[in-house]
């Protein structure tokens, strides 16, 4: 039973620790939490008893508090209980509410344009009365992260992931493309990925699978030349009709439109595509309306070709 484990633990105890830790400040962590100073100290005081070491240094002429090497230990555990008790009352909140509520789901960009919108007509004709909240993000790293934490449902993302923690429904491959100006001749002269070596490239910035297929590149063509990098989809188009490089982007990316002037050259077998994929927490207890969000997601984006996507 929990009562065996630190008799006399409260629950306003770690709230006072979290703060003091979060803000290194016992007078900003009493501001937060709505207390004195003084009762803020006592729960600490209560805490470390409890505990049997001490949690914070609080040596004189230290213009902070900070963790000592238990406290820091401490500190990681009510982080994963936090982000527990939190998934826990969202989940009693939606067992309340039955087939209404709010669906929260991260989205990065060609998964937001290319896939929830029809993911979304199907899903509020089936269900009218649950919201579908979207948050967006360049990068689907980010939105692993608030899905870890509870503060999202689902996210689109990409593999691999963390299988400890999530659970996913695969749903697209999607190929990468060698974006050229017309008229270059480039189709049919790539036959390995060594033929990328001998080109200037643009890629994506900050997104995950940019960072894998350039680790790809570099482990087999060493290092490549990369003359521009932008998550910025009219930048890089522009960028290769003007002539100074070729793009290497997913097809998903490229189907966002505004392809006039470019040559679109598939590099299936040349380099891994990168799997698409709807990840949620593995502990998380799914309501029926999130389940019928995976099954909906999955019957519309689970097509051999992306051209299917909008079917």
Known sequence: MLSDLWPGLDLRHLAAFSAVARTRSFARAAETLGYTQPAVSQQIRALEKIVGQRLFDRSSGRAEATLTE??????????????????ARQDLRDLQRGEAGTIRVGAFQSALARILPHVLKRYRAERPAVQVEVIESNDDAPLLEQLKRGALDFAFALLPLDSDSLSHRELVQDEFLLVSK????????IRSVADLGEYPLIVHRSCRSAAALVSYLEARTGTPNIVFRSDDNAAVKEMVRAGLGVALLPELWMQLGGNEGLELTPLTGVVPSRTIVLAWRKDRLLTPAQEAFVNVTTAIVARPRLERVAS
């Open 70 to 87: 238990a406290g820091a230990v401490l500190a990681a555990h009510v982080d994963a209980l936090t982000a527990r008790l939190a998934v």
């Open 182 to 189: 017309t008229g270059e001749g480039l189709p049919g002269r």
